[in-house]
């Protein structure tokens, strides 16, 4: 029986025949001298959940805004669907930006506010009620068509506003730090809805956010940016496994970054001697490095072995003394400090570690690695 194979079906971004749905290119915006956005590309297909993540201050929401139409470009082109847009204004794009919860109108049902956009566009009242109620079904708001904002709590308003955009059919919507608003447990469980409601909808989606583990939950692929620019565009994997920069690896969970020098390239590994670790560390990811160079191995702290049992390896391993433990619940998080002063994190899963013998504060304990858990830093 024929069967379909999914692993051979490429994602858009890896298949060279596919057409990007958006396209940024060579993008900037200055403000008086200052640059928000400096010269930037990228590519963004149909169907996509982007999000542009990086600290506050680094141009997401002017590059978003560009998209929008609210902000002239400096220099560079958008295109849309093979259009150039860049100087479209905002109401002829076929784009919609999500605004926060808070710029509903308060005198104004949830029914009026998801309606208001329709109406004045001039759409037939009838069209108007059928687009409102199952747009409505669809964030779970039915129940709530005649309160008034101010009857709902944050993450209903917030599906409001969802709702508001989403009812006039845009191709693509912009979400500026959608969720910003909402507390820790309504905001994980907007973003699953928000991600439900986006595929079933099929529609594309640019986000902006400060917060990287919202990145990683709900993208399909992220733009690290810093000072105006995109430092690494990938899915969240390959972000967090392959950073390609000191930055991206700093500000994507936790790392632990090792400086060294170069001393052997061999075909199927890197060896780094690092004084700071105090140990020679191989890396079997392959890097375009030099003997020499100075480098830093980039570990997580999920990928260190905690043992109170001293290693017969010599590469890979360092000793030291815990100084911390860090309870978080279904994980602890070790500070152990090495002999060299320098300071590791490790985490380890309790569940695993539960029928061995526990490692304790001021333990003498020796810190292991597998050679493809290192990444080579150049950046
Ligand atoms: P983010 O959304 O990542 O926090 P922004 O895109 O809002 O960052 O801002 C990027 C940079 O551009 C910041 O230095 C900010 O102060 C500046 N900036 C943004 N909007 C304006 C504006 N209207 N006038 C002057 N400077 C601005
Ligand atoms: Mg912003």
């Known amino acids: 029986m024929a069967k379909i194979d999914k692993r051979i079906r490429l994602e858009p971004w890896q298949d060279p025949h596919s057409v990007p749905y958006v396209e940024v290119k060579d993008l900037s915006k200055s403000y008086e001298g200052v640059v928000a956005v400096n010269s930037q590309s990228l590519e963004i297909y149909k169907g996509e959940l982007f999000s542009l993540l990086g600290p506050s201050g680094c141009g997401k929401s002017t590059l978003l805004r560009m998209l929008a139409g609210f902000e002239e470009p400096s220099e560079g082109h958008i295109y849309i669907d093979g259009v150039d847009i860049t100087h479209m204004p905002p109401y002829e794009r076929p784009v919609n930006m999500m605004f926060q919860a808070y710029a509903l109108f308060p005198h104004m049902t949830v029914e009026q506010n998801v309606a208001f956009g329709l109406k004045q566009e001039g759409v037939p009242k009838d069209e108007i009620r059928d687009r409102v109620s199952s747009m409505l079904h669809m964030v779970r708001l039915n129940q709530y068509a005649s309160r008034k904002p101010h009857q709902l709590s944050g993450g209903q308003r917030q599906r409001v506003a969802l709702a508001r955009c989403l009812v006039k059919k845009p191709k693509l919507v912009l979400l500026d730090e959608p969720l910003g608003a909402l507390d820790r447990q309504l905001r994980i469980q907007t973003q699953f809805e928000l991600v439900n409601i986006q595929e079933e909808l099929g529609v594309t989606f640019i986000m902006v956010t400060h917060d990287q583990e919202e990145a990683m939950t709900m993208s399909t692929r992220i733009g690290v940016m810093e000072e105006g620019r995109l430092r690494q565009i990938g899915t969240p994997t390959e972000i967090y496994e392959y950073p390609n920069s000191r930055y991206v690896a700093d500000f994507v969970g936790d790392m632990n970054m090792f400086e060294g020098i170069v001393t052997e390239i061999e075909a199927d590994h890197v060896c780094i001697h690092s004084e700071e670790v105090g140990c020679d560390i191989d890396v079997s990811h392959v890097s375009d490095v030099p ?47 090495l002999e060299t002063g320098k300071a590791v994190r490790v985490a380890l899963s309790n569940q695993v570690r539960l029928s061995e013998r526990p490692v304790n504060w001021d333990d003498e304990v020796y810190l292991s690695w597998h050679s493809d858990s290192g990444i080579i830093l150049t950046g």
């Open 291 to 337: 003997p020499g160079a100075t480098v830093a191995v980039a570990i997580r702290p999920e990928k260190i072995m905690l043992s109170t049992e001293k290693k017969r390896e010599k590469r890979n391993t360092a000793k030291g003394v815990v100084n911390e433990i860090a309870y978080l619940g279904d994980m602890s998080i070790y500070h152990v400090l």
